[in-house]
């Protein structure tokens, strides 16, 4: 470049004495104001500034306090962030597996911090000379559809876990599937079914089970299909192929892990007190402080010691039925004559009180005073959709019922289903 400059120069000391007037003459030499080289090495530039993150995962015990320390933070700079009243709500809680990061410029100067609230949401607090900015960041899971097929050959658990399903989904299907399904007297083996659910990912790792979009159940000639659907109004709830609501005002059963001991019987003969006497209802075998769930809305009009009962629980459901659950160990937090309580809502646990040989629930259904079996009583069922909305279901119904009969005959025809 400096060879260039020179030879410039000497350019114009040439042509000035070239020139140069003779007496008398004059002659005006234009220079430019700024000469403009062109190399092909570029200019120098001003070096990046270098950063560092440091990622802190919270510990049981830990305070933010130790968060900012064990990141080189100090706490100065954490009062200063909480003097601010939209960060300080933020970070009023923190908890063990909750990520922060801190992101220094040169060094050891604090660029920002951002903290998880969830796996798929954080927020960053940006940190500058004219104060804070806080900014949250949400992303979407990759959401994948999954198909499974199982048949029975001793549980329904087992099959669920033999096709890949987690205990929450197998769970999820004895409760969806058990408004129809009595899963402790209509299981055989041999008896089959097919799952469509979704499974959420995030950055290629797996984060969670997604719902059940659509599941069909074959049992002793009789098949069960339930379907996910979202209406107009956003609500979303389980449907049968012809629009009605899965969903009963009753479950079948008051738990989720029990056999049948003793069912409904009015000639039973009582194992305590040796007579013949009529069992109105259907006694549950299952462990001590086993959860038991209210069958059904209700409200409760008693709680607590009921004689041969022990400790019991009676709901009244509208006005013409009543539940009532015996021989618990405990009641639930919130068991209390006068208060409500939703289908599923926990009221006690499994015990041995009362007139009992060992620790069982004893359930009984009444309607309009008359003690009913359990297992076979006729249940009410929720609304099904209205005409306007059925018309949009039969075309979802139809494509979602098509994914389960290809899937069907797969299975079948591989020899599995048989």
Request: aromatic residues 10%; proline residues 5%; hydrophobic residues 35%.
């Amino acid at each position: 470049m400096w060879h260039t400059i020179c030879l410039a120069l000497l350019t114009y000391v040439i042509l000035a004495v070239a020139l140069w007037p003779s007496p008398g003459q004059s002659v005006v030499v234009e220079i430019p104001a700024r000469l403009e080289f062109k190399s092909s090495e570029p200019l120098p530039s001003a070096k990046n500034e270098s950063t560092r993150e440091v990622t802190i995962e919270v510990q049981p015990g830990d305070s933010l306090s130790n968060v900012f320390e064990r990141a080189g933070a100090g706490v100065s700079i954490l009062y200063q962030l909480l003097a601010d009243e939209s960060i300080n709500t933020l970070l009023e809680q923190i908890f063990p597996g909750q990520t922060f990061k801190f992101t220094y410029q040169s060094e050891n100067t604090l660029n920002n911090v951002t903290f998880s609230q969830s796996d798929l949401s954080r927020y960053r607090i940006d940190i500058n000379e004219e104060g804070f900015g806080i900014e949250s960041i949400v992303e979407d899971p990759e959401v994948y559809t999954r198909f499974t097929q199982a048949t029975i050959d001793s549980s329904f658990y087992l099959a669920g876990t033999n096709a890949g399903l987690s205990d929450g989904l197998i769970m999820e299907l004895a409760t969806l599937l058990g408004w129809d399904i009595d899963f402790a007297k209509d299981i055989r083996a041999g008896d089959r079914f097919s799952v469509i659910y979704e499974e959420h990912y995030l950055n290629g790792k797996k984060l969670r089970d997604g719902p059940i979009l659509a599941v069909r159940f074959h049992t002793q000639g009789r098949e069960v299909t339930a379907l996910r659907y979202t209406d107009a109004s956003g609500n979303t709830e389980y449907y049968s192929p012809g629009g009605s609501s899965v969903q009963k005002a009753f479950l079948r059963n008051p738990m989720n892990v029990f056999r049948v001991s003793s069912r409904f019987d009015p000639n039973r003969r009582h194992p305590v007190l040796n007579t013949i006497r009529a069992h109105k209802g259907t006694d549950y075998a299952a462990p001590r402080g086993t959860p038991i769930k209210a069958t059904g809305e209700g409200k409760i009009i008693h709680a607590g010691r009921n004689g041969g009962y022990g400790i019991a629980v009676i709901l009244q459901h509208g006005s013409g039925i009543r539940t009532l659950y015996a021989h618990m160990s405990s009641l639930a937090e919130g068991s209390r004559s006068g208060n409500r309580v939703k289908q599923g809502q926990i009221i006690g646990y499994v015990g041995a009180t009362g007139m009992v040989t060992g620790p069982h629930l004893h359930y009984e259904f009444q309607v309009n005073g008359v003690h009913q079996n359990p297992q076979t009583v006729e249940l009410p069922t929720a609304n099904p959709l209205n005409e306007d909305e059925l018309r949009s279901f039969e075309i979802f119904a139809a494509n979602l019922n098509g994914q389960l009969d290809a899937f069907d005959m797969d299975y079948v025809a591989s020899g599995y289903g048989k």
